[in-house]
């Protein structure tokens, strides 16, 4: 028999064997036990999570011959038919090749025939956010009032570009990115399956560098026991998938927060002529920097993923928060330009020079301490002792006004461009910016753009035209930073909204602080347009009277 790779000898074939996924598979298992099984379920997540199998568990568990059961037996013909594929009325389609009106009109065709083999027959669509518009119309219908005997179940890693009338015909569960524990725990069950041994650091970078995917992670164990000689070792999964060792990165910080150019720049040498890729060592830094933010600040939290060693307690305790947060705002900057350049190692060098040139200001927080505790002792010790005062002192200074110190790199908010946007202002362009700006913030999130979502969290759409609209920040900098499109935060913001609503919008910022007083002033200008106007027309009313007479003249609103 010819290989099969191990993703596909070990697919789950019950719902205890999807890992990571209890919030679905209870929920599923339940509604089996009481009968109240959906005629259409949409499941949604990043790959490799356990979508298409929880399906096809489904599938076989709504038409084994032992239902109602939480979980299929795996023995009876159905399930055995399910399994192999041999049964016609399970259907698995894979929408990204089968995505026009014909394909989805076949299956209207065929969906009021009843199954020939099991009770249900269970179509599974796969990726079905690649469905053309036309066939999502062709299939309304059919979803929303399909025969008895059939259960539709809709996949797919993008459920944003699937229409709403769709999703709201389906019960929706989101699967969600497996965690490292529960992916190094399948692999160990694997590996004792195959008789192979691993370190437990091996299995750790490789369910890391499956990012949430059981499927990644079983195809990365797949080609480590294929590279490996006799146990699968962590310096075999460093090499295969050019990441880089923990105590190579502990290294690499600890010469960053020495301030050693020279000594940075020849680790970086070594590291390329080891043959690792520049991405990825940047991005290996920002989770090792991400490591040491959490063990300083949280350090009860996932204390199962973070490899913790002396070389990192040493960093912990050495390298400050502030340090931390504006190392990852730089290495965070220079991934973001190294996306766009044919030579990332020069991007890669000059985020690590500047790190090292860089001043932080956490470095004089001891002395700061100092001369605050000296302060609130010498307030502790006038409050005791009290304040003697001369005539000379008691004397009344001449009143001088306070002169406000002018605020540096404040935000100039544009005014002028608001008030453009506020004459044009409908409540239904409002209303479908508002709608999808959850939509924008999950999308933002699934992006990996964690920073953009963080800036955006406390906004709020407050005022919308054809073409533009008014965000309101709760604070300034925020404000700043998103008007300045730092990170492109600005120019990504208007693409997902021009995904989600299919209308290009530009998005004017906007302080909480200032935003009271710019619409209570337009609205105030307003009123006292609409009033000259009206004596415009008084005027004109008057003149008209003496001209024609009052009784010819008759007034029409």
């Known amino acids: ?66 239902a109602p059961t939480s979980e299929p037996c795996n023995t009876c013909s159905a399930c055995i038919g399910i399994t192999n594929g041999s049964i016609p009325d399970v259907l698995e389609i894979d929408a990204a090749s089968n995505n026009g009106v014909d394909e989805i009109r076949d299956i209207r065709e065929k969906v009021k025939f009843a199954p020939t083999s099991v009770r249900y027959k269970v179509y599974i669509v796969d990726e079905v956010h690649m469905l053309s518009i036309g066939a999502f119309n062709a299939l309304l219908k059919t979803l929303e009032e399909p025969p008895k005997h059939v259960i539709f179940i ?19 569960f989101d699967f969600r990115r497996i965690e490292l524990p529960a992916i190094v725990s399948r692999l160990r069950q694997v590996l004792n399956a195959q008789q192979v041994k691993a ?45 880089v060792s923990s105590s190579m990165l502990a290294t690499v910080v600890q010469t960053i927060h020495e301030k050693d150019v020279a000594k940075a720049l020849q680790l970086v040498e070594q590291l390329m002529n080891q043959g690792k890729d520049p991405n990825r060592l940047l991005e290996d830094l920002i989770f090792y920097y991400r490591d040491l933010l959490i063990y300083k600040t949280a350090p009860h939290l996932q204390k199962g ?70 302060l609130e002792a010498e307030v502790q010790r006038l409050k005791e002792q009290g304040i003697s005062v001369t005539e000379k002192e008691q004397a009344p200074a001449s009143p001088k006004k306070a002169v406000k110190p002018p605020r540096t790199n404040a935000y100039k908010t544009p005014v002028g461009r608001i008030y453009e946007i506020l004459k044009q202002a409908t409540h239904q362009d ?15 999130k699934k992006q990996n753009k964690v920073s953009h979502a963080a800036l955006l969290q406390e906004t709020e759409p407050v005022a919308a035209s054809p073409q533009a609209f008014v965000l309101k920040f709760k604070y300034e900098i925020h404000c700043k930073m998103a008007a300045d499109n730092t990170n492109g935060v600005k120019e990504n913001l208007e693409s997902i909204l021009l995904d989600l609503t299919h209308r290009r919008f530009e998005m004017v910022a906007v302080p909480d602080e200032e935003w009271g007083k710019i619409r209570e002033e337009f609205i105030r200008e307003k009123g006292v347009h609409r009033e000259k106007e009206q004596e415009k027309e008084d005027a004109l009313i008057t003149e008209a009277k003496r001209l024609f007479g009052e009784q010819l003249l008759e007034i029409k609103e």
């Open 1 to 66: 028999m010819t290989y099969q790779a191990l993703y596909r000898v070990f697919r789950p074939q019950r719902f205890a064997d999807v890992a990571g996924q209890e919030h679905v598979t209870k929920t599923l298992q339940s509604a089996l036990l009481q009968h109240k099984i959906s005629h259409a379920y949409l499941f949604s997540g990043p790959r490799g999570t356990g979508k298409t199998s929880a399906a096809k568990i489904l599938a076989k568990a709504v038409n084994c011959e032992h």
């Open 154 to 172: 809709l996949a797919t890693t993008e459920p944003h570009k699937i229409p709403p009338t769709i999703i709201s015909r389906c019960q929706r």
């Open 199 to 243: 370190s437990d650091e091996a299995l750790f970078a490789i369910a890391r560098a499956a990012d949430g995917g059981m499927r990644d992670a079983l195809s990365l164990l797949d080609q480590a026991i294929s590279f490996s000689n006799e146990e699968v070792l962590l310096e075999d999964v460093l090499t295969m998938t050019g990441a």
């Open 305 to 374: 993923e973070i490899a913790i060693d002396p070389a990192f307690q040493q960093l912990a305790q050495s390298v400050s928060v502030p340090a931390i947060y504006e190392t990852i705002e730089t290495l965070n900057k220079s991934q973001q330009e190294m996306k766009w350049t044919n030579h990332p190692r020069i991007f890669l060098e000059v985020a690590l020079v500047k790190l090292c040139q860089q001043e932080h200001a956490s470095f004089n927080s001891d002395l700061l301490i100092k001369r605050v505790e000296q």
């Open 430 to 444: 409002l209303a479908l910016i508002k709608s999808h700006w959850g939509e924008m913030l999950d999308t933002l």
